[in-house]
């Protein structure tokens, strides 16, 4: 499902895509992809909606790192360093390499 969020076409195609899925198919890669397509559309106020919207027990580092990497294309620095010092407390994924570099 992830590939089909990324070849939709547009922001608005993937999240439709997105929000039709069930909830079995909302994977975190699913979410991270969309997140991605919001940060290549420079939509980063949506990229904040769609990472607010995973269930709990769903967001793992890939969510993370695109969340972070959206603020950092925004030029919200301070955001991404509170994203990524929060991965660990909030849902319990520490950052990684990709982390890291997102941030930089």
């Known amino acids: 499902m992830a590939s089909l969020i990324k070849s939709s076409g547009g922001i608005d195609a993937g999240l439709e895509i997105l929000s039709r899925l069930s909830a079995d198919e909302r994977s975190a890669e699913a979410y991270s992809s969309a997140i991605g397509l919001c940060t290549r559309a420079r939509e980063y106020d949506r990229a904040r909606v769609v990472f607010a919207s995973i269930p709990e027990g769903t967001v793992d580092a890939n969510c993370c790192n695109a969340l972070v990497n959206a603020h950092g294309a925004a030029g919200q620095w301070e955001a991404a360093l ?23």
């Open 82 to 104: 509170d994203v990524l010092r929060g991965m660990e407390k909030a849902h319990g994924i520490k950052p990684n390499v990709i982390t890291f570099s997102a941030a930089m």
